[in-house]
């Protein structure tokens, strides 16, 4: 089982950055897409960045120019640059990530989030 631990969350005040990052571990043969999800009090969860393999990113609408997502595939780590931040950024952030089990099964895996808190 491939377990995602989140860190990097946090109280800032509204223009400020913060860089959330995400390890998996467990028996990891190969990990396709990496990504950040939001879930804010009463809202459902919804996309916020993903990267595959290859270095291609996705973003949100909300977040483009702001976040930027990045990688590091030596140590299976995504992290999130978040810049210029809102108070409508103010959510629980889950990291994402779908790949191969050294038994070549597939997997996805939800971290337990780190909680974003942008105060005006």
């Known amino acids: 089982q491939v377990q995602l631990v989140e860190s990097g969350g946090g109280l800032v005040q509204a223009g400020g950055s913060l860089r959330p990052s995400c390890a998996a571990s467990?028996?990891?043969?190969?990990?396709?897409?990496m990504g950040w999800y939001r879930q804010a009090p009463g809202k459902q969860r919804e996309l916020v960045a993903v990267?595959?393999?290859?270095?291609?990113?996705k973003y949100a609408d909300y977040v483009k120019g702001r976040f930027t997502i990045s990688r590091d595939n030596a140590k299976n780590s995504v992290y999130l640059e978040m810049n210029s931040l809102k108070p409508e950024d103010t959510a629980v952030y889950y990291c994402?990530?779908?790949?191969?089990?050294?038994?070549?099964?597939?997997?996805?895996?939800w971290g337990h989030g780190t909680q974003v808190t942008v105060s005006s």
């Open positions: 994402n990530s779908e790949g191969l089990n050294v038994d070549l099964t597939i997997f996805g895996s």
């Open positions: 467990g028996n990891i043969f190969t990990i396709n897409t």
């Open positions: 990267i595959i393999s290859g270095g291609s990113t």
